[in-house]
């Protein structure tokens, strides 16, 4: 089958649009140019109707709830919204009910990742069983079942000693640690950033340290180790400051942000609701800031989503008693495309190299270019509409404070393997 993707533009390494025609064939990008003249017979012609043209998006931080959860999202929705967003491949965490700790329950996901989803899903494994701090899981089994890479997202590893045992073990076969990081002895019950606005509302405050501190520990240990350490999620300008360091003195350590944690900051919750309540929390302007120079140059590797979803009925209450985390897959390109590249902050280079070839480096997979003979996995984007927020997502849940904000970037066409996962209705 012989597919033309017509009138799309390409964005090139000097940030310029370069008007392109695609040629799909077999799953693979077989010419990119200007075909439309050459007389070719194709079989299919898609109009990209002067949209941006990317490689599919890439998100290493996602949560798809299944098994165990899944009243907030399953493998079919929550590749369909990363779909719609314009993902491609996406990395799921494993704080799943039960944990994939063990090959046979990471194969019984993999089948449902292979029956159900329509985009590229990579399963993590944990480091540790029922992601509990004590025993480690069995490292090269996992790894044999596909594993993407260890990590216990959504809680840290408490004590260095395992998280020493843990880099070990996976350096020897080559895998990376992935790290949320928070030292749960220094959060005293903390549900949004400590800071005046916590105080305000009367809400326990997380320190910044909560999570830099670790940050440290896990940097040492890394260059003792050798392994390949990635931090999730970095949201305090001390994190990024220990991580350039890091970097400066060799260690093998790669990080993530997320669009929230660049858009938003504590002074943005104006009230005391779930939906302002993520992990880590919306920290001050000057993390803020950090978080931006620290993509700028270069001690930020990527953006990722932590696409989180949680119910309207868990998330509809005070930040007390709501669970951590916000949705981010539908959203993610827009609200970049929006806040950072039409104001003039990044570039469009930057943001789709930071949501494609970056994540795919880092992580050695074949995916975040558009190379003659790769898989075509792309996403074409309408740069020119402005559409609302809505309250209903593709997703099972809607828990995400951007609702009802006006954005421009809205996926037009997503293909993974040149085969059609989202297109817009007209
Ligand atoms: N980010 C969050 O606030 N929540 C995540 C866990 C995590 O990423 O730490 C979740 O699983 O809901
Ligand atoms: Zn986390
Ligand atoms: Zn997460």
Known sequence: MKTLIKNGYIVTKDNKLNQVDIWLEDSKIKAIGQLEKEGIDFDEVIDAKAGLITPGLVDVHVHFREPGFEYKETIETGSASAAKGGFTTVCAMPNLNPVPDTKEKLKDINERIEKDSSVKILQYAPITKELNSEELVDFKALKEEKAFAFTNDGVGVQTAGVMYQAMKEAANIDMAIVAHTEDESLLFGGVMHKGEVSEKLGLPGIMSATESSQIARD???????????????????????????????????????????????????????????????LRASDDQQALIDGLLDGTIDCIATDHAPHSHEEKNQSMLHSPFGIIGSETAFQLMYTHFVKTGRFTLEQVVNWMTKVPSEIFGLETGTLNIGSQADMAIFDLQKQVEIPEEFVSKSNNTPFIGEQVIGETIYTFVDGKVVWHRGE
């Open 219 to 281: 940097v040492l240990l890394a260059k003792e180790t050798g392994v390949h350490y990635h931090v999730c999620h970095v949201s305090t300008k001390e994190s990024v400051e220990v991580i350039r360091q890091a970097k400066k003195h060799g260690v093998h350590v790669t990080c993530e942000v997320c669009p929230h944690h660049l858009i938003m900051k504590d002074t943005d919750i104006t009230e005391d609701n779930g939906r302002f309540k993520m992990n880590p929390p």
